[in-house]
Every structure is written in C-alpha cells, then in structure tokens.
C-alpha cells in the first residue's frame, strides 16, 4: 500500500479491532480520535500533544516512519513508533487522518470569590 497512498481501502473487522486498539494507546496523549486538548491551531510538532485528527495521511505517515528510524527529532515518539510495523503505521495514518478535527477554545482560568457570611 505504500506509494499508493490515493488508493481508497476501507478497514475489514479484524483491522478495525486491531487499528482501535492500537490508536487508544495514542489517546492518553494525542486524545481520543486524534483530538488533543491543545489551543486552537496548534498543530505543529512544537506543541507538547500534537492534533492528529484530520492531518493528511502521508504527513502522519511521514512522521511516524521518521520517529521509528530515528531520522525525526523526538522527544518520546521515537519509543512510540518503534514497536510498530510498517502495516500498523499505515494503518495509524488512514484513522487518524479520517478523525474529524474538532476545534476547542483556550480554556481561561476563573476566579472563584467565595463568601462565608
Ligand atoms: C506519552 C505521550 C504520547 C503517546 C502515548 C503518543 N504520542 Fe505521538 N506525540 C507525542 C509528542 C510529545 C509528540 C511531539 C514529538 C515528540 O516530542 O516526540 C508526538 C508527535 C506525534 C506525531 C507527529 C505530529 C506532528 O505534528 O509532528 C505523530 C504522527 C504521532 N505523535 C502519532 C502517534 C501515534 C500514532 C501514537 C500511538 C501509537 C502516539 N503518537 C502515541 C506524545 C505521544
């Protein structure tokens, strides 16, 4: 499947199950489908949790095969991608591009005035 990138393939059971799985292991940091809680916008790799969902399938491809071989500056990634094969990656790449972005405003801080008359 590689270098065929525009070709359209849908998941079958078994891979739905296994891609699932593998994504929610990206979830603690990355956000469930994709969607990590970061300021709007921030999508570069500069951000501490970058936001997956809705990124193309062969930037996210491209990334992920960097970490793995080591060519691609990481701070934790490269643990991440390592245990990964080649079809798991590809398989990461299509779900997480096919996640829609969902666009969060900057949480402000509050403050709280209590009385206790
Ligand atoms: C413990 C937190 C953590 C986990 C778990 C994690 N990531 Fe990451 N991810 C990061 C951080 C932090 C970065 C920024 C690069 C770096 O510092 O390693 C990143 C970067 C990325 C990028 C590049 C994004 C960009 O804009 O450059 C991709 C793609 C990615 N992760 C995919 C995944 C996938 C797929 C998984 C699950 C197999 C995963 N990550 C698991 C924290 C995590």
């Given amino acids: 499947m590689l270098g065929h990138a525009d070709e359209v393939f849908v998941f079958g059971a078994e891979q739905a199950v296994h891609v699932r799985a593998l994504a929610a292991s990206c979830a603690v940091c990355h956000g469930t489908l994709g969607n990590a809680v970061v300021p709007a916008g921030a999508r570069s790799a500069d951000d501490s949790n970058p936001v997956l969902a809705g990124r193309t399938r062969d930037d996210l491809l491209e990334k992920l095969l960097g970490f793995r071989d ?48």
Wanted: no cysteine; charged share 20%; glycine share 4%.
């Fill in 70 to 117: 080591g060519s691609r500056q990481a701070t934790i990634m490269h643990q991440h991608s390592r245990g990964l094969s080649l079809i798991e990656i590809e398989w990461l790449a299509k779900h997480f591009s096919e996640q829609l972005p969902v666009i969060r405003l900057p949480v402000t801080p509050q403050k709280l005035e209590a009385s206790h008359d």
